[in-house]
């Protein structure tokens, strides 16, 4: 049994590897990109399914501080995304039993 779960983590560590390679090479990171980047720290779904809202997290080089937004994203005619709060102060979203 060992050695089937030792061979099925070779595979698995053998795909991580490869996939890259097989999808092509991608351009390197540079340091804009990383330092720009947007992390997405809470998703959260509605009761009714039809909506979510996300936590982002990204630098706000003139305020030089991290901006926390929150984002709403409905499922309605091709789907619309909106922020919630203009403050860049916005955390931990979630929904009310009813919805709102």
């Known amino acids: 049994m060992a050695t089937l779960k030792s061979f099925v983590n070779l595979i698995g560590f053998t795909l991580v ?3 890259p390679v097989a999808w092509g090479q991608k351009p ?9 980047a947007v992390d997405i720290g809470s998703v959260q779904i509605s009761p009714d399914g ?26 309605d005619n091709g789907g ?4 919630l709060a203009p403050s860049g102060h916005d955390r931990l979203p979630q929904w009310s039993p009813n919805g709102h």
Request: glycine residues 0%.
């Open 17 to 19: 590897l490869l996939l």
């Open 80 to 83: 619309s995304l909106a922020p």
């Open 50 to 75: 039809h909506s979510v809202v996300i936590e982002t997290t990204r630098p706000d080089w003139s305020a030089n501080r991290f901006r926390h937004d929150l984002w709403l994203y409905r499922d």
């Open 28 to 36: 390197p990171l540079t340091l804009d990109e990383f330092f720009n």
